[in-house]
């Protein structure tokens, strides 16, 4: 290092909008809360507002009082006209409308105060929804902005600054220890303990060493590392996440359309509710005019849908980003209402409830040698082979410290065993069929630990038994854990494997899964998952989101876990865990039944606020500045707080 030369360029970037470090939607840092534009507003339109009541109350000068009202209107009310206007010429009535009516009717009946209020206090309550729902989205992009905008890169033994736009695949970065990695690739040099979490959510640091994958976002805690560059700014997994949060922020569920059809109707039909209410009483029944109109006008400022119209989407966006905080990629909120329907959840078995790859689990001595021998020994005879058997054995050897004896003579038979002198004595390895075809007896432990699911291998000398080794795919350590939580949400539970029903069956006994399948291949997993939404209506299915994707494509959600690193996973399905975490699944039922249950209290809330005021306002027992202060920005306030909830939930 110490002869590497440093250049530093000053590269800008080029392309903003596509890039997952720059963009300016996630990136661009907020001004502060008193800089916004609507805060200067709101703070003028409250100073004439203010001015004006104490001039109307305190002194004789009415018109200068409603001078000043009028000014309210101007400045607050700009947007919210204009907007009534694009409505009325568009012929689709909203909530703008109700508020103009409302607003306009006021200063036609001589109050003005009044009419001010309401704008100015729909004016307040229009930025603070928009604020909460901004600080939800962007709740997110405070993690993604820990991807840097530069990188130090070694090109020619030259150590030069540039911009993640100008590296290439290949490229050399240089990490440093407490240093953010800028772009996905391979580590080729050196060793460092890697924070994961604003991919995964999990917050417990991943060592990496030469190999393997490091990805854009992700903090480098204590060690020196280089990697060589695999995917350009633009492809990364982070600016993957980016796009498709985005894209599922969007994504509207049942209830959001259902909502949306329902205000489309609802403000035209209030409209004309009060027309009718200020028309019949006024020229009908000869009533005061001015009373009904006044009270008509209530009714109109009262049933503005807002907090109607944002129960479900701050709900879902909140629900999304929460999501994503946590390692959890939630492709849009129809798969949250989904979720929140499921009543039976089908696994793949196979880098699912297990880890997907070959483990000793029993290292058993024969004939008085203990267990350091025979693991010595196996090791010693699998050294040269790159079989997945092999390989789960030296890496056991390596780990225990185990030393590896010299061989010589090595043979091996071709998917069946192996041979070879240690120390001028012959040793055998194998399978079953191995020592079966030469006509040797195995122990009966071997059929025990095959009956169990498992890869036997025996061990022997040329006249007595070493020992015997088994493999195994182990189960994921939060499978059980996982399973019962599931059980306890009254979830029904299935397994279905390419495996054998003996290995099947037994990690359905230990895990306590309602019913297995075994032997199947993809297209047999598809019909299953079909036939369990004939028989218990939501299915979801959780996969590897490669090999499973034709099932988890057909399921109601289709869940792909540990997709850290596989683009075809996050591609294929609905929900992606970044991270092999089985407690994950509970984390989203639980969000999802908790989201579903937020928006319909929210939903619930505003038609009961909104009705019994509906009543106040007919009775003449409020007045605009109630119904515009409780009716309306109340009310949106507290369904925007009760839904921001969500985002405190954790795995």
């Given at each position: 290092?110490?002869?590497?030369?440093?250049?530093?360029?000053?590269?800008?970037?080029?392309?903003?909008?596509?890039?997952?470090?720059?963009?300016?939607?996630?990136?661009?840092?907020?001004?502060?809360?008193?800089?916004?534009?609507?805060?200067?507003?709101?703070?003028?339109?409250?100073?004439?507002?203010?001015?004006?009541?104490?001039?109307?109350?305190?002194?004789?000068?009415?018109?200068?009082?409603?001078?000043?009202?009028?000014?309210?209107?101007?400045?607050?009310?700009?947007?919210?006209?204009?907007?009534?206007?694009?409505?009325?010429?568009?012929?689709?009535?909203?909530?703008?409308?109700?508020?103009?009516?409302?607003?306009?009717?006021?200063?036609?009946?001589?109050?003005?105060?009044?009419?001010?209020?309401?704008?100015?206090?729909?004016?307040?309550?229009?930025?603070?929804?928009?604020?909460?729902?901004?600080?939800?989205?962007?709740?997110?992009?405070?993690?993604?902005?820990?991807?840097?905008?530069?990188?130090?890169?070694?090109?020619?033994?030259?150590?030069?600054?540039?911009?993640?736009?100008?590296?290439?695949?290949?490229?050399?970065?240089?990490?440093?220890?407490?240093?953010?990695?800028?772009?996905?690739?391979?580590?080729?040099?050196?060793?460092?303990?890697?924070?994961?979490?604003?991919?995964?959510?999990?917050?417990?640091?991943?060592?990496?060493?030469?190999?393997?994958?490091?990805?854009?976002?992700?903090?480098?805690?204590?060690?020196?590392?280089?990697?060589?560059?695999?995917?350009?700014?633009?492809?990364?997994?982070?600016?993957?996440?980016?796009?498709?949060?985005?894209?599922?922020?969007?994504?509207?569920?049942?209830?959001?359309?259902?909502?949306?059809?329902?205000?489309?109707?609802?403000?035209?039909?209030?409209?004309?509710?009060?027309?009718?209410?200020?028309?019949?009483?006024?020229?009908?029944?000869?009533?005061?005019?001015?009373?009904?109109?006044?009270?008509?006008?209530?009714?109109?400022?009262?049933?503005?849908?807002?907090?109607?119209?944002?129960?479900?989407?701050?709900?879902?966006?909140?629900?999304?980003?929460?999501?994503?905080?946590?390692?959890?990629?939630?492709?849009?909120?129809?798969?949250?209402?989904?979720?929140?329907?499921?009543?039976?959840?089908?696994?793949?078995?196979?880098?699912?409830?297990?880890?997907?790859?070959?483990?000793?689990?029993?290292?058993?001595?024969?004939?008085?040698?203990?267990?350091?021998?025979?693991?010595?020994?196996?090791?010693?005879?699998?050294?040269?082979?790159?079989?997945?058997?092999?390989?789960?054995?030296?890496?056991?050897?390596?780990?225990?410290?185990?030393?590896?004896?010299?061989?010589?003579?090595?043979?091996?038979?071709?998917?069946?065993?192996?041979?070879?002198?240690?120390?001028?004595?012959?040793?055998?390895?194998?399978?079953?069929?191995?020592?079966?075809?030469?006509?040797?007896?195995?122990?009966?432990?071997?059929?025990?630990?095959?009956?169990?699911?498992?890869?036997?291998?025996?061990?022997?000398?040329?006249?007595?038994?070493?020992?015997?080794?088994?493999?195994?795919?182990?189960?994921?350590?939060?499978?059980?854990?996982?399973?019962?939580?599931?059980?306890?949400?009254?979830?029904?539970?299935?397994?279905?494997?390419?495996?054998?029903?003996?290995?099947?069956?037994?990690?359905?006994?230990?895990?306590?899964?309602?019913?297995?399948?075994?032997?199947?291949?993809?297209?047999?997993?598809?019909?299953?998952?079909?036939?369990?939404?004939?028989?218990?209506?939501?299915?979801?299915?959780?996969?590897?989101?490669?090999?499973?994707?034709?099932?988890?494509?057909?399921?109601?959600?289709?869940i792909a876990m540990g997709t850290i690193g596989s683009d075809v996973a996050i591609e294929t399905a609905d929900i992606a865990l970044m991270h092999d975490d089985l407690s994950r699944i509970g984390y989203i039922i639980m969000l999802s039944r908790r989201t579903m249950s937020i928006v319909k209290q929210n939903i619930t809330v505003s038609l009961v606020i909104k009705g019994s005021l509906t009543v106040m306002a007919l009775l003449g027992w409020i007045n605009l500045w109630i119904a515009v202060g409780i009716g309306d920005m109340g009310l949106s306030l507290a369904v925007i707080a009760n839904a921001m909830r969500l985002m405190k939930i954790r795995v």
């Amino acid at each position: 290092m110490q002869n590497t030369k440093l250049q530093i360029l000053n590269n800008t970037c080029q392309d903003e909008q596509s890039c997952s470090c720059c963009a300016v939607d996630f990136f661009e840092e907020k001004p502060p809360l008193w800089k916004k534009k609507q805060i200067i507003t709101a703070s003028i339109a409250g100073a004439l507002l203010m001015s004006g009541l104490v001039i109307e109350f305190t002194t004789g000068l009415h018109l200068l009082s409603q001078g000043l009202f009028v000014l309210v209107i101007a400045v607050a009310g700009r947007n919210i006209i204009r907007k009534a206007g694009r409505s009325i010429i568009n012929r689709r009535l909203d909530m703008n409308c109700l508020m103009s009516i409302a607003a306009i009717g006021a200063f036609f009946i001589g109050h003005g105060e009044e009419g001010a209020a309401v704008i100015f206090l729909f004016f307040v309550a229009e930025f603070l929804e928009e604020y909460a729902a901004d600080s939800a989205k962007h709740s997110i992009g405070e993690l993604i902005h820990l991807a840097p905008e530069s990188a130090h890169v070694k090109r020619k033994g030259i150590e030069t600054v540039l911009h993640v736009h100008d590296i290439t695949k290949d490229d050399i970065v240089i990490i440093r220890p407490g240093e953010k990695i800028p772009l996905d690739g391979m580590v080729i040099s050196g060793h460092s303990s890697i924070n994961e979490a604003p991919i995964t959510g999990e917050s417990v640091p991943v060592d990496k060493s030469v190999g393997d994958n490091v990805y854009a976002g992700t903090l480098n805690e204590d060690g020196y590392l280089e990697f060589s560059v695999k995917k350009k700014s633009d492809e990364t997994v982070l600016s993957r996440i980016i796009k498709l949060v985005e894209e599922a922020e969007r994504k509207k569920s049942d209830t959001e359309r259902f909502i949306d059809r329902f205000a489309r109707f609802y403000t035209p039909a209030v409209i004309g509710l009060a027309l009718a209410i200020f028309l019949v009483p006024s020229f009908v029944m000869g009533h005061d005019w001015e009373t009904w109109f006044y009270r008509a006008l209530v009714l109109l400022v009262v049933s503005c849908p807002c907090a109607l119209s944002i129960s479900t989407p701050v709900a879902m966006v909140s629900a999304i980003t929460g999501a994503a905080r946590q390692g959890v990629l939630i492709k849009g909120a129809t798969f949250i209402e989904e979720l929140s329907k499921v009543r039976t959840f089908t696994f793949d078995k196979t880098g699912t409830l297990t880890r997907g790859k070959l483990e000793i689990t029993d290292i058993i001595g024969l004939n008085n040698h203990p267990e350091s021998e025979v693991l010595s020994i196996a090791a010693s005879l699998e050294a040269n082979s790159k079989h997945p058997i092999a390989l789960a054995i030296t890496k056991e050897a390596r780990q225990r410290n185990i030393e590896l004896r010299k061989t010589e003579r090595f043979r091996s038979i071709q998917g069946m065993g192996l041979k070879a002198l240690i120390n001028g004595r012959k040793y055998f390895l194998g399978n079953r069929t191995f020592f079966e075809s030469s006509g040797r007896s195995l122990p009966g432990k071997m059929a025990e630990l095959e009956k169990q699911g498992k890869t036997a291998i025996f061990i022997s000398e040329e006249s007595a038994p070493v020992g015997i080794v088994a493999l195994g795919d182990i189960m994921r350590t939060k499978a059980p854990e996982m399973i019962s939580r599931l059980k306890k949400m009254n979830i029904r539970t299935e397994m279905l494997t390419g495996d054998n029903r003996d290995v099947a069956g037994s990690l359905a006994d230990i895990l306590k899964i309602d019913k297995y399948h075994a032997g199947l291949l993809p297209e047999d997993k598809v019909n299953v998952v079909k036939e369990l939404s004939g028989r218990y209506g939501h299915v979801a299915m959780v996969g590897d989101g490669v090999n499973d994707a034709p099932s988890l494509a057909t399921a109601n959600v289709g869940i792909a876990m540990g997709t850290i690193g596989s683009d075809v996973a996050i591609e294929t399905a609905d929900i992606a865990l970044m991270h092999d975490d089985l407690s994950r699944i509970g984390y989203i039922i639980m969000l999802s039944r908790r989201t579903m249950s937020i928006v319909k209290q929210n939903i619930t809330v505003s038609l009961v606020i909104k009705g019994s005021l509906t009543v106040m306002a007919l009775l003449g027992w409020i007045n605009l500045w109630i119904a515009v202060g409780i009716g309306d920005m109340g009310l949106s306030l507290a369904v925007i707080a009760n839904a921001m909830r969500l985002m405190k939930i954790r795995v």
